[in-house]
C-alpha cells in the first residue's frame, strides 16, 4: 500500500477510535456543558432587547480570561492574582502592534497572548516553589507593578485617554459586537475543553497531586516547579488573549481597566464559579453580571453610582461562599444532578499488560550527613538487591527517616556515593530518582484530595510516560491514547497488587487511613520502580492491616523489586525483612540477615 | 398751578430725561472725534501675512509676555471695520469666530503660526479703535 | 340623563382622541451626559445640572419644529474616568439615539468616531486640551470650556509682565501633563521667566521637597497646574514652610476640595489667583445673575464646606453655564434643522448661535469649534475663602465681584 494511502488509512483508524473514546466517555455533564454552549450562542438573540450586545462580548472576553485563570487556580491550586495583569499585557501588546503594523487583527491578539505568556512564566519562575499565601500576595503586586506602569508611562498607555486602536476585520467578519461574543464564546467554549481534556491526563493529575499534597507529590517524583511554571503560562495565555480580542472590541485601550480590581473580580469568578469545573469560571461571570445589577439598584436607591458598591458586593459574595464552606455554584450544580443521577462506573479493566522495569542494585557507600552540630548519619553503607526485603530499625533519632531521605534525594547527602545500577544517584533529584527507578512512600497517609484511587495511582504512572504532555493532551494524539490504556493497565496492576482495584472510581477521601497508606504505595509501585523505600508503612495499622501489609510487601519481593523498609514495628520486620540493619547515633550498629537469601 | 400745568412739566421733563439718556447712550458713536493718535514709527511686529484692512493706522505695539498686542484705530463706523476684519483674515484663511455687540466686535484668529483677538470699538463717530492680542503658536 | 351621560362621554372620547394625537407629535430630544459622576462627583453633577436646567427649561417652554413639539431629556452615565467606559457610555448613547453627547472629555479620542458614524455631535464641557478638538479631522467634536491653550497663555501674559521668576509645579495626572504641554508652549518665548519646571507626584501625601527645589531655584512666584487635591497639597507645604511666595492656578482652585483642605488655615488661601473663563460678559451681570438663581432655584446652591466671616461660601456654578449654553445651542440647531435628523443637526450646530448664559454669544462655525475664546479667560483671587477679580489685569478689573456667600 502507498505511504498516503497508508497515511489515510490510519488517519481513518484513528478518526473512529476518537468518535468512540468519545462516545464511551460521553458524560450527562458533557451534555449539560453542550447545551450551555448552544444557549450561550444564541444568548444575544434571546436577549438582546434586554442586555446590549457589547456588554454581552465584553462579559464573554471575561469569562474567557476567567476560564483561563482556572487552569492555574483550579488545576494548579496555585491562588493568582495577576490574571488582571496578563489580561493588560495582552490588551496593551495587541493595542501597540494594531496601532504600529498591519497584521490581522487575530494575529495581533495572539502577539498580546504570547507576550501575556511571557509575563506568566516569568512570574510563574518567580512564585514557583512558594506557599500559597505567597504566591498570592506576590502575584497582587505584579497586578499593582502593571497598573502603576501604566499610569506613569504614558507612552505605553497613551495616557488618560487611553491608547485608541484602528478596527480591523476579524476572521474576514466585520468586527461588530455580535462577531466579538462569538468569538469569545467559542474561544471559552475550547479553553473549557482544554480544561477537561488537561484535568483528566497526565497534566492535570499531576497537578492536582502537587496542589493537594506537595511532599507526596515530590516522593512521586511529580516535577511541581516546572508544572506550575507552566500552569501560569498557560493561564496567561489565555488571559493575554482574551485581552488581545477585549482591547479591539472597546476600540481604546485602557489604563484604569486592568489594574488589581480586574484580578480581583476574576479570582470571585473562578470561586464563586467553581475552580475545578470547567464551566465554572464562567458560572462565576454570569454571577458577577448579576452582582453589578444589583450595585447598580443600590446606587440608584442611594442616588450615587453603582460602581461604588460593586467590590463591596464582589467581597461579601466571597466570603459567604468562603465561610459557609458552601461548595461553588457549577460543583454544587453537578454533585445535586449526580445525586439525582450518578454517572456511569467504570465497567471492566483496561487491557494491556504492564511494564516492567529492569532490575537492579542499589548502593549507598559511605553516607554522612550533618544538621548543624548534630550528625545525623555517619558513614552509613548499604547495599539493596533485588527480590530482597532490607530493613532500617532504630530508636527515635538514630537516624532511619535520614537515611531513607537521603537514598530518595529528598535531602543532599554531605559525604559519600549512591549509585542504582550504573546510574550515578547522589546528586539527582527525587524527580530524576523516581525516572530512574527509585521512589519512596511518605511517613504520613498523605492523600491528594478529590481525586479517585484510579487518578491517584495515575499520578505515579505519569512519570513512566513519553507521550503523556499537556498538548498530546488537549489535542488526544492516537500515542497519548494508547499509552493512556497502557497507564491504566498499569495502575490497575498496582492497585491490584495493594488489593484497592475494586475501588478504582472511589474517591481517595473515603478510604481510611490504612485505605490510604496502600493507596500510596499502589501509586508508588505505579512508577514502575525497581527499588522501593516505605518509610514506616505500619504506623497505627491494626492486625488485619497488618496482614495485608505484609502480603504487599511479599508480593513487591516476589516481583523482583529492592525494598528498603524503615519500621519500629520488629514483628513485621521479622516477618518480612531478608536483612536488618539496626541504627544507632548515625551509624550502623549491628547487620542481621534472616536466612532468606 | 393747574394739574394739566403739572402734568405738562412733568411729560417734559420726563422726555428731557429720557432724551438725556438716549443722548449718553449715542454719546460714544455720536461724539466728534478728536485728533488721531499718532501713528507708530516704522510698522508693528505681525505675524507674516496677517492681514490689514485699508483705513487701518497703528499707534503701538506692547509686549506682553509671549504675546504681543498691537493698538491702533481705523477710519469709520464699527461695522464696517468687523466686515472689513472678516473679509480680510477669510481671504487669507485664517479661522476666525466673531461676535457683534451694538458698540463693540471681536474677531478671534487662528492661522499661520499664530492665535488672538482683534477687538474693536467704536470710540467715536467716525473712529474705531482697534486691540490687536497675537499669541505665538 | 341619558342624552348627557352619552354627549359626555363622547366628548370624553373625543378629548382622549385630541390628547392622543397631540401625544403622538412629541419627541424627545436626548442629550446623554457622560461624566465621572463617580470619580469627580463636582465635575459631573456640575456638567448635568448645567444641562438639566437648560432642558427643564426648553421643555416648559417647548420646542416646536418641522410639526412636532419636542422636549429635552438628560440621560446620566458615569465614565469613571475610564477611557473604555466612556466608549461604552457612548455606544449605549447612540442606541438609545441620542441627539447629542454632553462630556467631560474623558475617552473623546476612542469614543468620537463611533458618535461620528450617526453624525452625533459630541461637546466637551471640561478637559481643555488641544488635542482633543479638531473640526477638520473630527467634525463633530466641539467644545463649550477654556482651552489648555487659553489658560497657558493669558497666565503668561500677566505673570511675565510682573518680572516674576515663575516655578512651573504640575503634577503626573494627565491634567497636568496636558497642562504643562500647554505652559511649555506659552513660555517657550520667554524662558528667562521660567525659575523652574517641577513635576508633582500626586500620589505623594507630602510635596515638601518638591516646593523646596522650588524655593532653590530662586522662584519668585509658583504657577501651579495640578488637580485640586494636589494644589491644595502645594499650598500648604509652602505655608507651613513659612514661604509666602505668591502661587497661580487654574480653574482647579475653585474647586471646593482645596478650601477644604486648607480650612484651618485660611490665610494660606489668601492671595491665591487662578484663570478661569469669565463669568459675566460685555452685557454686565444681570444674565449671570438670572442663570445662577435659576441653578440654586432647581439644585440648591452648592456649597465649598467653609465659611467666611461666619457665612456659608457657596461655589458660583460657572462650569454648569458651559453646558447649559451648548444644550440651548443643540436645541436651537433642531429648531434650524427642522427635527432632529442627525446629519441637519449637526450641520446646523456649526450655523446657529445663541445668547449664553452670561449674555455673551455662543456659536461654532464649520471651521472652529471651540465655545469660549482664549481672551474670554479672567483672574481672580482668593481672600478670606472667596475670590474677586483682580484689578491688575485689563480685562479682569472690568468685570464684577460674583457673591458667594449665603
Same mark, same amino acid.
Not at chain 2, 467704536?122 to 467716525?126: L, R, T
Given at each position: 500500500m502507498s505511504t498516503p494511502a497508508a497515511a489515510a488509512v490510519r488517519t481513518g483508524v484513528a478518526l473512529r477510535e476518537t468518535l468512540a473514546s468519545a462516545r464511551e466517555s460521553w458524560t450527562d455533564t458533557a451534555t449539560a456543558g453542550g447545551a450551555v454552549a448552544v444557549a450561550a450562542a444564541l444568548a444575544p438573540f434571546v436577549l438582546g432587547g434586554l442586555i446590549a450586545t457589547d456588554t454581552l462580548a465584553s462579559g464573554a472576553y471575561l469569562a474567557l480570561a476567567a476560564t483561563g485563570l482556572g487552569l492555574c487556580v483550579?488545576?494548579?491550586?496555585v491562588p493568582s492574582l495577576a490574571q488582571g495583569a496578563f489580561v493588560g499585557t495582552g490588551a496593551f501588546a495587541a493595542a501597540h502592534v494594531l496601532r504600529h503594523t498591519q497584521l490581522p487583527a487575530e494575529l495581533c491578539a495572539l502577539i498580546g497572548a504570547i507576550a501575556a505568556a511571557g509575563l506568566g512564566t516569568a512570574a510563574g519562575f518567580a512564585v514557583r516553589s512558594l506557599d500559597a499565601v505567597r504566591v498570592a500576595v506576590g502575584t497582587w503586586l505584579l497586578s499593582w507593578l502593571l497598573a502603576l506602569a501604566l499610569g506613569a508611562l504614558p507612552w505605553l498607555s497613551?495616557?488618560?485617554?487611553g491608547l485608541v486602536v484602528p478596527t480591523r476585520r476579524l476572521f474576514g467578519f466585520s468586527p461588530t459586537p455580535l462577531v466579538h461574543y462569538e468569538l469569545a464564546v467559542i474561544l471559552t467554549g475550547l479553553c473549557a475543553l482544554a480544561l477537561v481534556a488537561l484535568r483528566r491526563g497526565p497534566f492535570g493529575l499531576d497537578l492536582a497531586a502537587a496542589a493537594r499534597h506537595r511532599g507526596a507529590a515530590a516522593a512521586l517524583g511529580v516535577p511541581m516547579e516546572r508544572l506550575r511554571v507552566g500552569a501560569f503560562a498557560a493561564s496567561a495565555f489565555v488571559g493575554g488573549l482574551a485581552g488581545g480580542f477585549a482591547v479591539q472590541l472597546d476600540i481604546v485601550a485602557d489604563p484604569?481597566?486592568?489594574g488589581p480590581l480586574l484580578s480581583f473580580e476574576l479570582l470571585v469568578a473562578v470561586l464563586v464559579g467553581g475552580a475545578?469545573?470547567?464551566l465554572g469560571p464562567s458560572a462565576g461571570v454570569v454571577v458577577l453580571g448579576l452582582i453589578a445589577l444589583a450595585a447598580r439598584a443600590l446606587g440608584g436607591l442611594a442616588g450615587v453610582s453603582g460602581s461604588r458598591f460593586q467590590p463591596m458586593l464582589e467581597a461579601l459574595l466571597l466570603l459567604a461562599v468562603l465561610t459557609t464552606g458552601g461548595n461553588a455554584f457549577v460543583p454544587a450544580a453537578i454533585a445535586s444532578a449526580r445525586r439525582l443521577r450518578p454517572e456511569r462506573r467504570r465497567q471492566s479493566r483496561p487491557a494491556g499488560a504492564p511494564a516492567r522495569r529492569r532490575r537492579e542494585l542499589l548502593r549507598a557507600d559511605e553516607l554522612s550527613k550533618r544538621f548543624g552540630t548534630v550528625t545525623?548519619?555517619?558513614?552509613v553503607s548499604l547495599e539493596l538487591m533485588p527480590r530482597t526485603i532490607t530493613a532500617l530499625v532504630g530508636p527515635n533519632g538514630s537516624g532511619k527517616t535520614t537515611v531513607l531521605r537521603l537514598l530518595a534525594g529528598a535531602q543532599p547527602p554531605d559525604h559519600g556515593r549512591i549509585t542504582l545500577g550504573s546510574h550515578e544517584?547522589?546528586?539527582?533529584?527525587a524527580a530524576e530518582r523516581v525516572q530512574i527507578g527509585l521512589v519512596r512512600t511518605l511517613q504520613t497517609r498523605a492523600y491528594f484530595g478529590e481525586l479517585t484511587v484510579l487518578q491517584h495511582a495515575l499520578v505515579g504512572t505519569?512519570?513512566?510516560?513519553?507521550?503523556?504532555g499537556a498538548v498530546r493532551a488537549l489535542v488526544s494524539t492516537p500515542l497519548y491514547r494508547a499509552e493512556n490504556r497502557l497507564a491504566e493497565a498499569q495502575t490497575f496492576a498496582a492497585l491490584e497488587t495493594v488489593g484497592l482495584a475494586a475501588d478504582?472510581?472511589?474517591?481517595?477521601?473515603?478510604?481510611?487511613g490504612a485505605g490510604r497508606q496502600r493507596l500510596m504505595i499502589a501509586a508508588a509501585l505505579a512508577t514502575n520502580p525497581s527499588v522501593f523505600l516505605l518509610d514506616e508503612?505500619?504506623?497505627?495499622?491494626?492486625p488485619e492491616d497488618l496482614e495485608r501489609l505484609t502480603a504487599i510487601l511479599r508480593r513487591l519481593k516476589a516481583d523482583g523489586l529492592a525494598v528498603l523498609l524503615v519500621e519500629h514495628n520488629l514483628s513485621l520486620v521479622r516477618a518480612v525483612a531478608d536483612e536488618t540493619l539496626e541504627l544507632e547515633l548515625g551509624r550502623v550498629v549491628r547487620r542481621e540477615t534472616n536466612g532468606r537469601l | 398751578m393747574s394739574r394739566i400745568g403739572v402734568l405738562s412739566v412733568f411729560v417734559v421733563l420726563l422726555a428731557a430725561a429720557c432724551g438725556s439718556e438716549k443722548k449718553s447712550e449715542e454719546g460714544k458713536a455720536e461724539k466728534e472725534c478728536g485728533a488721531a493718535p499718532a501713528a507708530m514709527a516704522?510698522?508693528?511686529?505681525?505675524?507674516?501675512?496677517?492681514p490689514t484692512p485699508d483705513m487701518v493706522t497703528y499707534t503701538a505695539e506692547k509686549k506682553t509676555g509671549p504675546s504681543t498686542i498691537v493698538s491702533g484705530y481705523r477710519e469709520g463706523e464699527l461695522a464696517e471695520a468687523f466686515d472689513d476684519y472678516k473679509s480680510a483674515f477669510s481671504s487669507a484663511g485664517y479661522v476666525t469666530k466673531d461676535e457683534k455687540e451694538e458698540d463693540d466686535a471681536e474677531v478671534n484668529f487662528s492661522g499661520g503660526s499664530s492665535t488672538g483677538q482683534v477687538k474693536m470699538i467704536?470710540?467715536?463717530?467716525?473712529r474705531t479703535t482697534l486691540s490687536i492680542t497675537i499669541r505665538p503658536q | 340623563m341619558r342624552a348627557s351621560a352619552a354627549t359626555l362621554a363622547a366628548l370624553a372620547l373625543v378629548a382622549a382622541g385630541c390628547g392622543h394625537s397631540s401625544a403622538s407629535k412629541q419627541r424627545t430630544i436626548l442629550i446623554a451626559v457622560d461624566a465621572p459622576?463617580?470619580?469627580s462627583p463636582y465635575i459631573g453633577n456640575t456638567i448635568a445640572n448645567g444641562g438639566r436646567l437648560a432642558s427643564d427649561q426648553l421643555t416648559l417652554r417647548g420646542i416646536t419644529t418641522g410639526g412636532a413639539t419636542y422636549r429635552v431629556r438628560i440621560l446620566q452615565l458615569d465614565n469613571a474616568l475610564s477611557p473604555s467606559r466612556a466608549v461604552a457610555n457612548v455606544r449605549r448613547a447612540l442606541r438609545e439615539h441620542a441627539t447629542a453627547i454632553l462630556t467631560d472629555g474623558t475617552g473623546v479620542d476612542a469614543a468620537w468616531r463611533l458618535a461620528d458614524k450617526q453624525h452625533v455631535p459630541v461637546c466637551i464641557a471640561y478637559q481643555g486640551g488641544s488635542?482633543?478638538?479638531?473640526? +477638520?479631522?473630527?467634525?463633530n467634536v466641539f467644545r463649550i470650556a477654556p482651552t489648555d491653550h487659553g489658560l497657558a497663555f493669558r497666565l503668561a501674559e500677566y505673570l511675565v509682565p510682573k518680572r516674576l521668576k515663575i516655578a512651573l509645579l504640575t503634577d503626573d495626572s494627565d491634567y497636568g501633563q496636558a497642562g504643562r504641554d500647554a505652559l511649555d508652549d506659552a513660555f517657550r518665548t520667554v524662558p528667562?521667566?521660567?525659575?523652574a519646571r517641577i513635576t508633582l507626584?500626586?500620589?505623594?501625601?507630602?510635596?515638601a521637597p518638591q516646593v523646596l527645589e522650588a524655593r532653590r531655584s530662586g522662584a519668585t512666584a509658583l504657577l501651579v497646574w495640578a488637580r485640586p487635591a494636589v494644589l491644595g497639597k502645594t499650598i500648604a507645604a509652602t505655608r507651613s514652610a513659612g514661604w509666602h511666595v505668591p502661587v497661580y492656578s487654574t480653574p482647579?482652585? +475653585?474647586?471646593?476640595v482645596v478650601r477644604q483642605q486648607l480650612a484651618d488655615h485660611p490665610s494660606w488661601v489668601d492671595g491665591l489667583t487662578f484663570a478661569s =473663563?469669565?463669568?459675566?460678559? +460685555?452685557? =454686565?451681570p444681570a444674565p449671570w445673575s438670572t442663570f445662577e438663581a435659576s441653578y440654586e432655584t432647581a439644585f440648591g446652591a452648592t456649597s465649598v464646606g467653609v465659611k467666611s466671616h461666619g457665612r456659608r461660601v457657596i461655589a458660583p456654578p460657572d462650569y454648569a453655564m458651559y453646558s447649559y449654553d451648548f444644550v440651548n445651542l443643540l436645541a436651537a440647531a433642531v429648531q434650524s434643522a427642522s427635527g432632529t435628523d442627525p446629519a441637519k443637526v449637526l450641520s446646523a450646530l456649526n450655523q446657529v448661535t445663541t445668547r449664553g448664559a452670561n449674555g455673551d454669544e455662543r456659536g461654532f462655525n464649520e471651521r472652529n469649534h471651540e =465655545?469660549?475664546?482664549?481672551?474670554d479667560v479672567y483672574f481672580a483671587r482668593f481672600r478670606d475663602m472667596v475670590f474677586r477679580p483682580v484689578g491688575d489685569d485689563p480685562l479682569s478689573s472690568t468685570l464684577p465681584e460674583i457673591s458667594q456667600v449665603r
Open positions: 483550579g488545576l494548579a491550586g497613551g495616557g488618560a485617554q484604569t481597566a486592568y475545578a469545573a470547567a545525623a548519619v555517619d558513614g544517584l547522589t546528586a539527582a533529584s505519569n512519570r513512566t510516560r513519553r507521550h503523556g478504582a472510581d472511589r474517591p481517595a477521601s473515603e478510604l481510611t508503612p505500619s504506623a497505627g495499622a491494626a | 516704522g510698522q508693528p511686529t505681525l505675524p507674516a501675512k496677517f467704536q470710540s467715536c463717530k467716525d | 459622576f463617580s470619580r488635542k482633543l478638538v479638531n473640526p +477638520e479631522n473630527r467634525p528667562k521667566a521660567v525659575a507626584p500626586a500620589s505623594a501625601s507630602d510635596l482647579a482652585a +475653585e474647586d471646593p =473663563g469669565r463669568m459675566t460678559a +460685555e452685557l =454686565g =465655545g469660549v475664546v482664549d481672551d
